[in-house]
C-alpha cells in the first residue's frame, strides 16, 4: 500500500510564503513524477508543478517565478516552496507521485489559504 503525506498547508497573508512537503512511503517502485497540483472552490483541479527524477521542472504560467519545487529521490519526497502567495493561490494542494510503469497517486489534500 502506497501513502503520501502531506504537510505544510496553512493561512498566510498576500505575500507571504509557505512550504509543502510530500512524502511517499510503503510499497511504491520506480518513481519518475512527483508535484503538485491544486483545486480552488468550483475549479477544477490544475498542475502547479512537476519535476522529474532527473530535475526536469514543468510549472504553471500562473506560479512560475514565485513557486520552485524541488524533491529528495532518495526519501522520495517533494517539495514546493511557494513565494509571494497571492490571494488566486488559494486552493487545495494536492501531491501527486507517478512511476515509470505509469501508475499515478494522489495525496489527501492540505489547505493553502491566502488572505488578510
Known amino acids: 500500500q502506497v501513502q503520501l503525506v502531506e504537510s505544510g498547508g496553512a493561512s498566510v497573508q498576500p505575500g507571504g510564503s509557505l512550504r509543502l512537503s510530500c512524502a511517499a512511503s510503503?510499497?511504491?517502485?520506480?518513481?519518475?513524477?512527483m508535484g503538485w497540483y491544486r483545486q480552488a472552490p468550483g475549479k477544477r483541479r490544475e498542475l502547479v508543478a512537476l519535476?522529474?527524477?532527473?530535475?526536469?521542472?514543468n510549472y504553471s504560467d500562473s506560479v512560475k517565478g514565485r513557486f520552485t519545487a524541488s524533491r529528495d529521490n532518495a526519501k522520495n519526497t517533494v517539495y514546493l516552496q511557494m513565494n509571494s502567495l497571492k490571494p488566486e493561490d488559494t486552493a487545495v494542494y494536492y501531491c501527486?507521485?507517478?512511476?515509470?510503469?505509469?501508475?499515478?497517486?494522489w495525496g489527501q489534500g492540505t489547505q493553502v489559504t491566502v488572505s488578510s
Open positions: 510503503g510499497s511504491i517502485r520506480s518513481v519518475y513524477v
Open positions: 519535476i522529474t527524477s532527473g530535475g526536469i521542472t
Open positions: 501527486h507521485v507517478a512511476t515509470l510503469l505509469g501508475v499515478a497517486y
